[in-house]
């Protein structure tokens, strides 16, 4: 703009300035010439300097004419030199800025990549520059020279007319400037498009085009690009169009347009209908839209109008109401498409139609609560874990493996399963570790199932519970496992149920068959009791009667001492079945073991070491001193055998100790819930005896109390059974553990004295024949009965001997027909308690209830503590256990006269 402004300033100056300069220069040059030529005809000619004054003198107007020649040459000259100079400076300027806006103009084009190209329509002269030959693979040089036919030979044929008709159109005015594009071989061979972009600059004087030039630029890429855009819009409308999801957008000027999807959702059209091109604000008024709360959207507020506004709205949530088509609910999308200058020309939205996903949504989720509401609440423990681990627990799953607050619904662990796991360990029911793997989630996990599987949890507090299991895995429908479910049953309370029956029935039979061979064991006693009254009774009569010097003597006494051993055994035997009568008196267990010490070292093999821990200032006992220390000495030398032939230690301590409820029930001795009564809980006194011998098996131990049962040889085993009686009978219990080559531990439990007592019992004393003779001052009748008719005999004689009168009965109904009748005189009856019939009790509450008040001393082969409970609610007036002498009858009978003698 700058070159066509000053280009007529320059071509003024230049026509005034020059017209001066010509006048200017002529005038100087022409006066120069005159006095050049004046001053050369003097001294050609030889004038003198006289005639030359002269001819100065002379040629006065002359010079002056000269010198106004000179003067208006000079000025001339230097109007024209300063005119020069200005017209130097703006062709400067003016050059300047040609050549400026030449850099400016190469810039561009070279900006542009395309080349430039002048043509001479007449001629057909064509100039190009590097660049428009550079785009056909050539250099400018490989084509001199050019014309137009160097172009037209490489023009695609399909495109030289084309481009032939836009160059005549522009020639003839119809087109402001040539305009064209078409294909030229490239020197490699290939075709290459080339927008051609030229205008006309000259015409001839009768109008014919002539002077041309414009620029060539390669556009295959952008041929390309457009080729491919124009696919690519294509594709995007057939996607628009054909697409499931309903979509619309709206042009910045309010243009609408819908897809088929669209259409039939929002106007129940079907997919063949032509399409429709609405505006954005009329045909918004086609449906009303409410979101879920019921609130209607204003025009306004519609998604499409608000993405043209240049908001953008994600996963809103309409529901739709067409004026002629069913409610529909929609997720719908909306936002603005931007240009490259960030101005909006058009906004999107796409719409997805939620109606039956949002019910089956809805149905889901309630299935979803029913669900939570079931796993959380269940009884039953019960795990997920997803494929990648991560767990999931109810309620009572927390509570049971103790992970974390069960009070805290669906919880996850934070953690995965194997990390959770290791917060507790499962045994199984041989308390053996099971391994991780083979756990029933992780083996789910694995595409497994488990069903049943019982184990012992051992919790992170050291608790243990007991469990039942069933997993399985949880898959896809593509098949894919995708989690693992376990079920935990706690069986804990189950299973101790079930140890309490097993345990409790092997009570209850140990204890029947203890009560078994006690009731038969006592019932041998008895008998063979009533058997010694008979052979102990004759003897004692004999030897009553006997010369002192005689020689049956000693065949009598040794007859006496063989029954009373018999009579021992028989005591021995009662005491294994718990009814021994026992002397019992307070007694301190420390003191009675050390005063055993001596016996109990002499009685154990040579190679066992005997070490005592006894603890000082026992409380008491109250039991038989003779029975505890047998209780001792068998504990002591059944350790002694169990060391055998090796040697080894055989520990003795003593002690108190607090037994609680299950201690004493778990006992071996302890009588039977079901068929005694149980042993108090409280403080006992304990006896601890300890081998390191070859110890027992289970078999073994469940055994060792029966009678004549013996690891060591035929004949021994009535120790144990004798033991566990004695104890029975002292109200105490004992414990026993033992496993094989561990050697054994057994422990007495005696009651401290005061928390439970034992009557004591003093077998009667010799009378002597101090007490005979006071009884044989006595008179009367004394009614005997016994079923057993040797018994009733030699207690008669025995009564003879005392001075009574004896009467017998076999029954109690003979005895009370007897006492009806005849009988007046009878002062004391000797009641057998065992009798068919009628027995002994029996009787004598008949006595007493038909008024009799006569003294009543009640016999039994058992020994006083066994049929205390009877004999203590009848009240006799006095017992005598079988077999007994005369002495013990004289005693007995003198304290029972005695006392009615008194009353």
């Known amino acids: 703009m700058m070159g066509e402004n000053n280009a007529p300033r320059a071509s003024l100056g230049l026509r005034k300035f020059t017209w001066g300069a010509v006048a200017g220069w002529t005038l100087l040059i022409l ?42 040459g000079l000025g001339g000259m230097l109007l024209s030199s300063r005119s020069l100079g200005r017209q130097l400076e703006v062709r400067t300027r003016i050059a300047d800025h040609l050549v400026e806006q030449r850099k400016r103009l190469a810039s561009v084009v070279a900006a542009t990549s395309a080349g430039i190209w002048e043509w001479d329509a007449l001629s057909g002269a064509l100039q190009l520059d590097e660049r428009s030959t550079q785009m056909l693979g050539y250099a400018l040089a490989d084509l001199q020279p050019v014309d137009h036919l160097t172009v037209i030979d490489r023009v695609h044929p399909e495109d030289l007319e084309p481009m032939r008709e836009a160059v005549r159109e522009h020639f003839r005015g119809e087109r402001d400037a040539f ?29 014919q085009p002539h002077g041309m030039s414009g620029t060539y630029q390669e556009v295959s890429e952008r041929r390309r690009l457009a080729a491919e855009l124009e696919a690519s819009q294509a594709l995007l409308d057939a996607l628009f169009k054909q697409a499931p999801i309903a979509m619309a957008y709206a042009m910045a000027d309010g243009e609408m347009r819908f897809n088929a999807a669209c259409e039939e959702l929002l106007f129940g059209l079907d997919a063949d209908a032509p399409a429709r091109a609405e505006s954005v604000h009329s045909d918004y008024r086609s449906w009303r839209t409410f979101l879920p709360d019921g609130t209607e959207l ?40 931007r240009g490259r200058s960030g101005e909006v ?86 308390r053996n570790p099971i391994a991780r793997d083979q756990l029933p989630l992780a083996r789910a996990l694995r595409g497994e199932a488990t069903r049943g599987m019982e184990g012992i949890v051992r919790r992170q507090d050291g608790t243990e519970i007991w469990q039942a299991a ?55 006693a008895h008998d063979f009791n009533n058997l010694l009254m008979v052979i102990l009774g004759n003897a004692d009569l004999a030897l009553d009667e006997l010369d002192p010097q005689s020689p049956v003597r000693s065949k009598l006494e040794e007859i006496e001492r063989t029954s009373k051993r018999a009579a021992a055994l028989a005591k021995q035997m009662l005491a294994y079945s718990g009814r021994g009568r026992f002397i019992v008196e307070p007694l301190d267990v420390g003191e009675l073991v050390e005063e055993m010490v001596h016996l109990l070292k002499v009685s154990i093999s040579k190679k066992a070491v005997l070490g005592l821990e006894l603890e000082p200032g026992l409380p008491a006992i109250e039991g038989d001193v003779t029975q505890i220390r047998q209780v001792l000495m068998n504990l002591i030398t059944n350790a002694s055998e169990a060391l055998g032939e090796e040697g080894g230690v055989i520990s003795l301590s003593t002690g108190v100790t607090t037994c ?5 029930d778990a006992a071996v001795g302890s009588p039977s819930p079901a068929l005694d009564e149980p042993l108090p809980e409280g403080r006992y006194v304990f006896v601890e005896v300890v081998d390191t011998g070859c110890g027992m098996d289970v078999e073994t131990m469940q055994r060792i109390f029966d009678p004549f049962f013996s690891t060591k040889f035929t004949g021994r085993g009535l120790g144990m059974s004798a033991v566990l009686g004695i104890l029975r009978g002292h109200r105490g219990t004992l414990t026993v553990n033992s496993e094989p080559g561990g050697g054994s531990c057994f422990r007495v439990l005696l009651p401290v004295a005061g928390e439970h007592h034992l009557e004591p019992q003093h077998a009667g004393s010799s009378g002597g024949a101090t007490t005979r003779a006071v009884v044989r001052e006595g008179r009367g009748s004394v ?6 008719s040797s018994v009733r005999a030699v207690a008669g004689r025995m009564l003879e001997r005392l001075g009574f009168s004896p009467i017998f009965a076999g ?43 006569l003294p009543v001393v009640l016999c039994s082969g058992y020994d006083q503590q066994d049929v205390a409970a009877e004999i203590e609610a009848l009240g006799p007036s006095g017992f005598l256990q079988k077999p007994f002498g005369l002495d013990s009858l004289a005693a007995t009978l003198e304290s029972v006269l005695g006392q009615g003698a008194e009353s």
């Open 783 to 788: 009614l005997v009965v016994d079923d057993e």
């Open 345 to 430: 020309i058009a906004a999107f939205e796409s719409m997805q139609d939620t109606t039956v996903r949002r019910s089956l949504t809805t149905k889901l989720a309630e299935s979803q609560d029913l669900l939570e509401a079931l796993f959380e609440q269940a009884p039953i423990a019960i795990a997920c874990a997803m494929a990648d681990g991560s767990l999931v627990i109810n309620s009572a799953c927390a509570e049971q493996f103790q992970m974390g607050d069960p009070d805290l619904p669906g919880r996850r662990t934070g953690t995965n399963l194997h990390t959770a796991e290791r917060t507790w360990e499962v045994l199984d029911a041989d």
């Open 31 to 72: 006066g120069l010439g005159a006095w050049i030529g004046f001053r050369q005809d003097a001294r050609f000619h030889g004038l003198t300097k006289v005639e030359v004054e002269v001819a100065r003198a002379s040629s006065q107007d002359h010079m002056f004419a000269l010198w106004i020649v000179w003067s208006v």
């Open 179 to 207: 305009d064209a594009e078409f294909r030229m071989r490239h020197a490699e061979g290939h075709w290459v498009w080339v927008h051609a972009l030229g205008r006309l600059i000259s015409r001839t004087e009768d109008g």
């Open 470 to 524: 069933n997993a399985a895995p949880i898959f896809g429908e593509d098949g894919q496992l995708i989690a693992a479910f376990e079920a935990f049953l706690d069986i804990t309370d189950q299973k101790r149920a079930t140890e309490d029956k097993l345990q409790l029935e092997r009570q209850m039979l140990h204890a029947q068959k203890l009560e078994s061979l006690g009731v038969l064991a006592g019932g041998i």
């Open 811 to 853: 029954d109690g109904l003979e005895a009370l027909d007897l006492l009806e009748g005849s009988a007046r005189d009878v002062v004391v009856v000797l009641l057998d308690l065992t009798m068919p019939r009628m027995d002994g009790a029996e009787t004598f509450r008949a006595l007493r209830a038909r008024g009799s008040q």
């Open 660 to 664: 609680a409820r299950d201690e004493l």
């Open 298 to 337: 204003s025009e306004s507020e519609r998604p499409l109008l608000l993405a043209l506004g240049g908001k953008r709205v994600q996963d809103l949530e309409l529901r739709v109401l067409p004026r002629d088509g069913e409610e529909r609910w929609i997720t719908l999308n909306a936002g603005p498409i």
